[in-house]
């Protein structure tokens, strides 16, 4: 009997779709950490404490086996940055908008423009999960197709479970400013109506308004007079469907 976790895809898909063959357009570069930070620095002589067999098994025990292939700095350094994701000191700010290429499928879209997604699909990588990747793949671009074919398994439904979740999750902005710059109003409401919008949140110290080409929707950037008063901004409408199929974007800055 074949065990349950291996029966999601055929093995020739398995074999011919490699995970670095998978939408290499829409790769993510690994974090450039600045090394003169004094709080990078400070992990980094910790982790030079270790043992090469010590920085293996934390770097497994998170989850992330070190390649046969990775030499030893870069193992300190994926641990780095393990540990200090780990404690939230790095990695919590929304990422910038990545638009995906022309012509993309709805797997590209995901993985450029979807941080939760983008996130998952990263975990599946570096957990090797092949099946999962693939998985995820066919299910983006043909969801019907991908239930006819893989359906009627445990495992499928939580694979697919744990990709609706990551797709509608809502990613966390660090605020630490009181600057904002915002997208995705509706051209109609006019600057006025933007800024008494945003003006029902807190008072604002800078205001700027700008319609775009599209002759439909507005953006702009705005400055609060607390920080606190950004946080409530971006907390309620960063997200907000605005209709006609946009969705109004507040980045803090």
Not at 183 to 203: D, H, Q, S, Y
């Amino acid at each position: 009997m074949v065990p349950a976790s291996l029966m999601l895809l055929p093995l020739s898909f398995v074999l011919f779709t490699p995970p670095s063959m998978i939408s290499p357009r829409c790769q993510q570069p690994a974090m450039a950490l600045d090394y003169k930070d004094p709080m990078v620095a400070k992990e980094f002589a910790s982790i030079q404490q270790l043992d090469t067999e010590e920085v293996e098994d934390e770097l497994m025990a998170s989850g992330i086996p070190a390649p046969p292939t990775m030499n030893d700095m870069d193992m300190r350094m994926m641990l780095v940055e393990v540990r200090l994701r780990a404690q939230g000191k790095v990695g919590t700010k929304k990422p910038k908008p990545k638009k995906a290429p022309a012509g993309a499928g709805p797997f590209e879209v995901a993985l450029c423009e979807n941080p939760g997604f983008q996130a998952l699909y990263e975990e599946y990588q570096q957990t090797r999960n092949t099946n999962a990747m693939n998985l995820a793949t066919e299910y983006l671009n043909n969801p019907r197709q991908a239930k006819e074919r893989y359906g009627g398994t445990a495992k499928y439904e939580e694979t697919i479970a744990a990709i609706d979740a990551a797709l509608k999750a809502k990613v966390e902005q660090e605020v630490t400013t009181a600057k904002i710059a915002f997208a995705g109003f509706p051209a109609n409401m006019g600057e006025a109506g933007v800024k008494m919008t945003l003006e029902a949140i807190g008072p604002l110290k800078d205001f700027a308004y700008e319609p775009n080409d599209d002759g439909m929707t507005a953006g702009g950037s705005a400055e609060f007079e607390e920080v606190a008063t950004a946080k409530a901004c971006v907390d309620k409408y960063d997200g907000m469907d605005m209709g006609l199929g946009v969705a109004l974007t507040i980045e803090a800055l």
